[in-house]
């Protein structure tokens, strides 16, 4: 079957960096993508990977592994306003997205 | 740019009326939008995808007698739930691609569905 996992959630501390994985296991695949999603409203898109590496955009990264069926969304310099969770999702063979369950991020003062 | 819009954004019914949520691309053409369905502290979950000027495919589980689509013009996709009931209550979201290339999708603030 079709599987994403990522922790259900972490806690960090602001201004520190934090590091969300995410394994998947897909019939085919076709991209990752990383949203972030404030409670009670709807997911923002972060970032999308296809290749391996690392994509950087200002103080979040994201990474990709396609032998390993692995990804990470990476924070740096950590603000209050990052306390949400963060949805991994990978696009399989026929371009459906699969969603993992999220990860709560607390960020503490 | 690639905004989407939603309305209601709440809304409360009596069990048994039917409730209506459009979905608006704002300033693109989506010739493809999802709608979503997400209950509290779970996952999103794919009810439909919705191609417009055709019939929308629905995802398994999902009766497409009760939750009726239509996705009559490129910017625009409604969801109508048919006779509510309680358990039909829960943040309902759409999201729309930009062509057939993009690989992104965006998503619409959501709407919650609260059915008493």
């Known amino acids: 079957g079709q599987n994403i996992d990522q922790p259900t959630e972490m806690t960090a501390t602001e201004g520190a960096i934090v590091q969300i994985n995410c394994t998947y296991q897909?019939?085919?695949?076709?991209?990752l993508f990383w949203y972030q999603q404030h409670a009670g409203e709807a997911p923002t898109f972060l970032s999308y990977n296809v290749l391996d590496g690392l994509e950087e955009k200002g103080r979040f990264s994201s990474f990709l592994s396609r032998s390993k069926g692995y990804s990470y969304l990476l924070l740096k310099e950590l603000q209050m306003k990052d306390s949400a969770s963060y949805l991994c999702a990978a696009k399989d063979s026929n371009y459906q997205l699969i969603w993992g369950a999220g990860t709560k991020l607390i960020i503490k003062p | 740019g690639a905004v989407v819009s939603q309305h209601p954004s709440r809304v409360i019914c009596k069990s048994g009326t039917s409730v209506k949520i459009e979905c608006r691309s704002l300033?693109?053409?989506?010739?493809?939008m999802f709608w979503y369905r997400q209950f509290p502290k779970k996952s999103l979950m794919l009810m439909a995808t919705?191609?417009?000027?055709?019939?929308?495919?629905?995802e398994q589980g999902v009766e497409k007698d009760k939750f009726l689509i239509n996705h009559a013009s490129l910017t625009l996709s409604t969801l109508t739930v048919t006779s509510a009931h309680p358990e039909d209550s829960s943040f309902y979201i759409c999201?729309?691609?930009?062509?057939?290339?993009?690989?992104?999708?965006?998503f619409g603030p959501g709407t919650r569905l609260l059915v008493l």
């Open positions: 919705s191609n417009e000027g055709s019939k929308a495919t629905y």
């Open positions: 999201s729309a691609k930009t062509g057939v290339i993009s690989e992104t999708q965006y």
């Open positions: 897909t019939s085919g695949f076709n991209g």
């Open positions: 300033d693109f053409q989506a010739t493809t």
